[in-house]
């Protein structure tokens, strides 16, 4: 298998703009455009069938954030559709970190991407309306502001391609995300770098004043398969801090602090680990933090989305992407219920080891990993009223490894910990990464875990016989072509 300047005067909305797009007809703008979104959905599910049947198709829960998890998504895709996609609501990096600071709300620039990975490609139009939701504003804040008038005016040259019923629906939302920022014209609204998804998404989670209803329209609106699930793991209007812990007793607030700090300027975050200075300590624990119903930030406890919870009862397997350990996945790991829902299920749970170091894991093993995941759900470092102590393997009992990465594999410490199954995967080298999984050898493995006998979790507990299997799964599944 093969390794993987406007310048003068501020612009103007037309007066086509602001007397056919006003909040006080946008519902019924939806409304009549509802209807053919949905037919447009059903006539696609019906003539691009996926080429696994349905009944066939395994199903998957995945919990991950950012952009690593999205490399595999297409892959992914051509094995099941059958996925929920559990993502974090606390990005405060980028465009999305302007929409927070001026609008509140949680931040969707994570649901977003992976609402653009997912979305169909199958035709012109499909591909118009993926490029004008995936598109970003000029970092320039003039330029930026004068390219976002021509879209929301309707005439910039990404509306090409794009129908009049998604037409109007799209601009409905971006205008009406417009009239929010108008409203609040003391803040000064910053569009460089902005992304029209983001500004879409967030247009209508405000109009809606939900963030499911939001996830759903744009779901519908890029036309991502039908059980696909983008979920967002809480499902709240409020604005959340994502804080850690330092074993040194230091704490850090927001997301973007923790991981990738910034100069503060408008300008894309920076993932060149060698570039982001280290952390003077490791993580303990990571937390929410709300400064809502009091001017202070403190620490709260957001409910998990139960769809989440419904979904981790019933699904074949569970994913702990790559990407962020502590800023992407362990969000959703620590909120209460996730845990108990996790060590009461029988599927595969199956952790995807970074490839490479990063300001969050430097010098960690494999087995520190297993501990971070397990610390996450056991809730181990909060309350200790409401803590777990269910044991690593009844989180995790299989490990994919890229071959070549620079996480030590502590074959001993995963024994001890209980995890009996190591694969290494087929990889593949980023420059600005490093090593990452190869994107058909990791679902080629993730596919035949699923569907292999010998994968299903072995109650004997008898590592040595485990890895023996393992060893030769390996082997088979990382031939290169």
Known sequence: MASVMWGGHMPRLSSSTSSSFTASNLNSVAAHNSNIISMKADANDASTPNPVAESRQPSMLVFSGGTAFNGVVEELKKVTTRVAHVLPVSDDGGSTAEIVRVLGGPAVGDIRSRCLRLSDESTSEALAVRRLLGHRLSLDPLQAKAEWYEIIEGEHVLWNGVSRPYRETIRAFLVYFQNQ????????????????????FAGARIFFQSLDAAVFLFSRVSHIPTDSLVLPVICSN????????????????GQNEISHPTSGAVEPINKVVSSIPALPARIKRIFYMSSEGTNLLHEVFPAVNDTV????????CIVYAMGSLYTSVCPSL?????????SITSCLKVLLLNGSHDRETTN?????????ICDALNRKHGDSL????NPPNTYVNVMLVPEGG????????????????????????????GTIFEPKSLIQVLANLMYSSTAQPDDTGNCNDQMSTT???????????
């Not at 409401?386 to 102590?389: A, F, R, S, T």
């Not at 620079?406 to 009996?420: N, R, S, Y």
């Open 181 to 200: 920022i108008l409203r609040r014209a003391s803040e000064n609204f910053c569009f460089g770098n902005g992304s029209i998804g983001n500004f879409f």
């Open 238 to 253: 409020d604005r959340l801090t994502l804080g850690c812990e330092l074993w040194n007793g230091t704490v850090i607030r």
């Open 309 to 316: 919870l419904e979904q981790l009862n019933q699904v074949d």
């Open 334 to 342: 620590v909120l209460n219920g996730v845990g108990e829902a996790i």
């Open 364 to 372: 960690m093993t494999a087995s520190d990993f297993v501990t971070a």
């Open 386 to 389: 409401k803590c777990l102590n």
């Open 406 to 433: 620079q996480v030590p594999v502590d074959i001993q410490h995963l024994e001890a910990q209980g995890i009996c199954r190591v694969i290494f995967v087929d990889s593949i080298s980023e420059e600005k990464i």
């Open 471 to 481: 060893s030769a799964l390996s082997e088979n599944l990382t031939t290169k072509e």
